[in-house]
């Protein structure tokens, strides 16, 4: 029986998004799978000729008489100029991708601007992403694992892809996923997971048509399909003595298997690999560097034009908690920043955000700064495995706008070191931006129907950093709720505003105390357990104990690894004066009497914070009743209902962490709550 449910709630393109655009007349000039798709999207519209028609897409080789425009400025790479005027729309991407995406941009538009109670002006926009690449990275196994399900880290229901052992048969849902991807503005895809089981690694080899039937799909939205590979596959599949990358015939391997992939899908991405890495094959074994190990991909690429995407997530994860010395926070520089330089030019390394795993609050990590001859790309996690799992709402577009706007070596944003827009004394080729997605077969595509606002933002803020967290959740609202009339609309922009501007910081507050993570429930780290990782082999290790808490990382006393940052970062995390409250035990263990920099103690705000948070719930889930004599209407029941169950699973979860982490800090401490609130 299939999983995949009958009615898939739109996300965010209802058919209400896109009748702006069709109202009218409507003329799509050119060939090509995207600008067939713009066809499609366009068939509610009276067809016009172009020189006439009140919507036309056209890509940059069109001239400007035959749209019926005086002039027209060249569309930029990977981007579209739109032009309004007198009530017509004109759409000229630099190829079919851009164009199909304009499309959907002016959507958007139209949206906003009904939100905002305002018409779009006439004129000329010129729009073209921040970052060259724009990947989303899909953790999807093609059989169901005992303990984490279909999807690794996926809180959404089955694969998209996948089912029973091989790819969907019906595609249909992928390509609903694809366009709700294209209208984000996202150009690639990985469709497997990074942890590559065995049965996986055959889709490199036996399962090439069905991944070309894969790419057919994303090929018609502008997306080119990258795999996940193992490195180990010259022997798995290969049935070779060796996967060592120096050897004549692993590289000779390689290059065939990959001859047979672009004989197949000739628009083909490339490779995704995470080598030496939590259990995974890797370079390491035949006393080779990451540099060797890449590079024997990208030799095989190269030919075809194709990417390898190689992960810098290699720490070591035997560790044993009594050694100080190992910091898994120091160990991808360690690893790394030696081998800039070494890289093909068509390797990508791909690095986290933080220095350790996607917590809820990590510093960025130094590596994106560290590597300028180096394409570097920051990979975001769309998928909330420490924020909630899609249960909690967790607005995430805050953090990766603090993130992708850090001034990592005191000059240039992670955003343009990722996008390579660096000055002519420190030029930095460019890497783009990753993330790993957060859908499934769930009818809701997340789980939590207010997560889709993460993938949405994602996609956006990879285009545009600048946007700020509020604008795009406008934008979201207005195009997800483009059914409702102007009056519910403004309600339930209020409401949803209400509830996640603020949704991230209040999720840190009830869970993870100034910059600790990964005090959760081991395996499927969800809930909370303050020693479920303390005497693990992870390297994850907080250290309280009765006198104090937080990771001693400075040069001075400690594992050394503020010294990874470039100046100023690296003296304002070193001293205890200057170092921020929320990163405070990230890099410092400090007393729990220690004085913070809002005036309260480390266990007085874990005490306040976690209460506050609970206390703060009231208001989330009032703003959603607000909405109730909407429900029916402008919010279907499924989806209120949905949101009800999970914002009392939220609040079941925020006051289980409250009381466990108030009562292990109250009796590691022996210091009482100075607001005698009670402790359980
Ligand atoms: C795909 C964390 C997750 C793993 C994930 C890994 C990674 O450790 O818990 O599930 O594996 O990150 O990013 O490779």
Redesign the pocket.
Same mark, same amino acid.
């Given at each position: 029986m299939s999983s995949t449910p009958s009615r898939v709630h739109p996300a965010w393109l209802p058919p209400e998004a896109l009748a702006p655009l069709t109202s009218g007349t409507a003329a799509v000039v050119g060939d090509g799978p995207c600008l067939d798709t713009a066809r499609r999207e366009l068939a509610g519209a009276r067809p016009a000729p172009a020189r006439e028609a009140d919507v036309v897409v056209a890509t940059g080789d069109a001239c400007a008489d035959d749209l019926g425009l005086a002039e027209l400025p060249a569309p930029p790479p990977r981007g579209a100029v739109t032009v309004r005027t007198g009530g017509r729309l004109v759409v000229v991407g630099h190829d079919g991708a851009a164009a199909l995406r304009g499309l959907y941009a002016a959507a958007r538009t139209a949206a906003r601007a009904r939100l905002a109670g305002r018409s779009t002006p006439d004129g000329v926009s010129i729009d073209a992403p921040e970052q060259p690449r724009r990947m989303l990275d899909h953790?999807d196994n093609m059989e169901v694992h005992p303990v984490?399900g279909q999807v !690794?880290?996926g809180y959404a229901g089955g694969s998209l892809f996948f089912e029973a052992g091989r790819v969907r048969d019906d595609l249909a849902r992928v390509h609903e996923y694809a366009r709700l991807l294209a209208s984000i503005g996202i150009d690639a895809v990985a469709v497997n997971?990074?942890?590559v089981h065995e049965r996986e690694a055959h889709l490199l080899t036996d399962d090439l048509a069905d991944v070309a039937r894969l790419a057919d799909v994303f090929r018609a939205y502008g997306m080119v399909t990258y795999l996940s590979v193992s490195f180990g596959s010259p022997r798995l599949l290969g049935h070779l003595a060796t996967n060592d990358p120096l050897d004549e015939d692993v590289r000779a391997w390689w290059r065939q298997a990959t001859d047979r992939v672009y004989a197949t899908i000739p628009d083909f991405g490339g490779y995704v690999v995470?080598a030496d890495? !939590?259990g995974?094959p890797g370079p390491f074994a035949y006393g080779r560097t990451h540099a060797d190990g890449a590079n024997l991909l990208a030799e095989a690429l190269r030919p075809h034009g194709g990417t390898v995407v190689w992960?810098a997530?290699v720490y070591d994860h035997r560790q044993d908690w009594r050694d100080r010395s190992t910091d898994r926070a120091r160990a991808a520089h360690d690893h790394f920043a030696p081998l800039d330089g070494r890289f093909a030019e068509n390797v990508v390394l791909q690095v986290?955000h933080g220095p350790m795993?996607?917590q809820v609050r990590e510093p960025v990590s130094p590596v994106i700064a560290a590597m300028p001859r180096t394409r570097v790309a920051v990979?975001l996690?769309v998928t909330q495995?420490y924020t909630g799992q899609q249960r909690h709402v967790a607005y995430l577009a805050p953090a990766w706008r603090e993130y992708l706007g850090f001034r990592l070596d005191g000059e240039h944003t992670v955003a343009q070191l990722a996008a390579g827009e660096t000055s002519p004394d420190r030029p930095q080729p460019a890497g783009g931006l990753a993330a790993?997605s957060n859908v499934g077969t769930d009818a809701f595509w997340t789980g939590h129907p207010l997560a889709q606002a993460n993938l949405y933002a994602f996609g956006r803020l990879a285009w545009d950093s600048s946007l700020t967290a509020e604008e795009i959740l406008d934008e979201w609202v207005a195009l997800t709720f483009a059914g409702a009339d102007d009056a519910a609309l403004t309600r339930i922009a209020a409401a949803l505003h209400a509830m996640m501007d603020d949704s991230l910081a209040r999720y840190e507050a009830y869970t993870a105390p100034l910059g600790i993570g990964f005090m959760v429930t081991p395996g499927v780290?969800y809930g909370p357990s303050v020693e479920g990782y303390e005497y693990s082999p992870?390297g994850t290790y907080h250290f309280a104990d009765r006198d104090g808490i937080g990771v001693d990382r400075t040069v001075a006393t400690g594992t050394g690894y503020t010294g990874q940052y470039p100046s100023p970062w690296r003296e304002t995390y070193e001293s205890l004066e200057t170092c921020p409250d929320e990163l405070l035990l990230f890099f410092h263990h400090v007393p729990y009497t220690h004085v913070l920099h809002s005036g309260s103690t480390v266990v007085q705000h874990v005490y306040d914070s976690r209460a506050d948070a609970v206390e703060q719930l009231d208001d989330v889930e009032g703003a959603w009743a607000s909405l109730a004599d909407l429900v029916g209407t402008a919010v279907p029941e499924a989806y209120d209902a949905r949101v009800r169950e999970r914002l009392a699973e939220q609040r079941r979860s925020a006051v289980e962490w409250r009381d466990q982490l108030r009562t292990y800090f109250h009796r590691a401490s022996g210091i009482p709550d100075a607001t005698g609130r009670a402790i359980y």
């Open positions: 953790w984490m !690794e880290r997971n990074v942890n995470k890495s !939590e995974q992960r997530f986290k795993d996607f990979e996690q495995e790993v780290h992870w």
